[in-house]
Structure formats: structure tokens, C-alpha cells
T-cell receptor, first 118, second 113 residues
């Protein structure tokens, strides 16, 4: 099994540029999560999708961040315009569908996209 | 805000010793999971314990859950240098937006030869 695949693994960009992070979840998984990890704030859930539909985006920091899932095998997280404080590791993760009240599914993480905004 | 808080933040032990990490959380949960993260890598699931369970074992791992105290512990027995990593607890709670897995702040474990 290929696991969750993220790209790019590393990106350095200048402030003000648009950044697009990509994710391919594990085949058959229909929940997808975007997390951000920093030393100061730890691991934060930004947004998650069930069956390609955004369920909870309350963790998206501001309007500069947007996420899409056009189909079951692809998702993007976009930052426009990027700022130095967006520097972090962004993880995509997937799991089998989570139903309210019936939980306990393991989440599988990708290796992360290391973003540096200078 | 973080649902789980791990304690200690950092732990350094000798190979062969046991390592114990604790996690406290704030609200009612469906289950609690522990994950490991090696430096520069993604998180890997270790073990899940449901809210109606008190203890669970998997190999050298032992997890306990005390819902009355809203706390959990992860014990790694006979530690090895390869266990060096950060360990996170994650609480699975039902929110207005459905089930949500929220991660704690992590414990950095270093196992020295």
C-alpha cells in the first residue's frame, strides 16, 4: 500500500507568493485531514473532509487558507498570499469514514510538506 | 486549543528502562489514541483505547485510561534506542462538526545507549 502521498516535501517561497500543497489519500479512505505542526502551537487540525465534502474548517487560520477535494483521490491546501508565520510542516492524513458516535478509526499520516516562507 | 496535554514534555532514559508518558484531557471522549513521530516524519498510530476500556496492551506498549480523571498513560517497557521519538496522545470526541481527533502537545522521548 502506497500510504498517504504529499507533495512537495519541501518548499521555500517568498512572502506574498501562492503556495499549493497536494495530497493523495490512501485508496478506499474517504476521510481526509489537513494538519499543521509548529513548535509553538503543536499539531493543529485545519480542516477535514468526509466523502470529499468539507465537514469542519474551523481550524483554518484565515481567508488566506483554502482547501479543496475535487475527488476521492486528491486534495489541495492553498495559501494565498503566504506569510512568514505560515512556515510549518503541513500534514495530510486519511482514514476510513468517521460517523458521528462511531469512531475509533486509525488516521494514517503522510510524511508532511515542510514549508518555509521567507 | 489543545485537547490533550502530555507530561513530561521531554524524557531521557537509558536503554532497557521503562518509559512512562501521561496525557490529560478536558472533555468527554469516545476513545484515546497514541501516535509516534520520528524526527522529520509523519505520525504513526500505535494503539487505541476506547472510553469503556481501562487498560490495553500491544507488544511492549501498555496504555491505561482513567475517564474519571480524564487521563491516560503510555508505558513502553524495556526501551530501545529505536524508541527515540515524540509521542502524542489524541482524543476522539464528538463535536458539532462530527468526530474530531485532537492531538496533545507531545512528549519527546530519548533513549540512550
Amino acid at each position: 500500500d502506497a500510504g498517504v502521498i504529499q507533495s512537495p516535501r519541501h518548499e521555500v517561497t517568498e512572502m506574498g507568493q501562492e503556495v499549493t500543497l497536494r495530497c493523495k489519500p490512501i485508496s478506499g479512505h474517504n476521510s481526509l485531514f489537513w494538519y499543521r505542526q509548529t513548535m509553538m502551537r503543536g499539531l493543529e487540525l485545519l480542516i477535514y473532509f468526509n466523502n470529499n465534502v468539507p465537514i469542519d474548517d474551523s481550524g483554518m487560520p484565515e481567508d488566506r487558507f483554502s482547501a479543496k477535494m475535487p475527488n476521492a483521490s486528491f486534495s489541495t491546501l492553498k495559501i494565498q498570499p503566504s506569510e512568514p508565520r505560515d512556515s510549518a510542516v503541513y500534514f495530510c492524513a486519511s482514514s476510513l469514514e468517521v460517523w458521528q458516535g462511531i469512531s475509533g478509526n486509525t488516521i494514517y499520516f503522510g510524511e508532511g510538506s515542510w514549508l518555509t516562507v521567507v | 486549543s489543545q485537547q490533550g496535554e502530555e507530561d513530561p514534555q521531554a524524557l531521557s532514559i537509558q536503554e532497557g528502562e521503562n518509559a512512562t508518558m501521561n496525557c490529560s484531557y478536558k472533555t468527554s471522549i469516545n476513545n484515546l489514541q497514541w501516535y509516534r513521530q520520528n524526527s522529520g516524519r509523519g505520525l504513526v498510530h500505535l494503539i487505541l483505547i476506547r472510553s469503556n476500556e481501562r487498560e490495553k496492551h500491544s507488544g511492549r506498549l501498555r496504555v491505561t485510561l482513567d475517564t474519571s480523571k480524564k487521563s491516560s498513560s503510555l508505558l513502553i517497557t524495556a526501551s530501545r534506542a529505536a524508541d527515540t521519538a515524540s509521542y502524542f496522545c489524541a482524543t476522539d470526541a464528538t463535536t458539532g462538526g462530527g468526530n474530531k481527533l485532537t492531538f496533545g502537545t507531545g512528549t519527546q522521548l530519548k533513549v540512550e545507549l
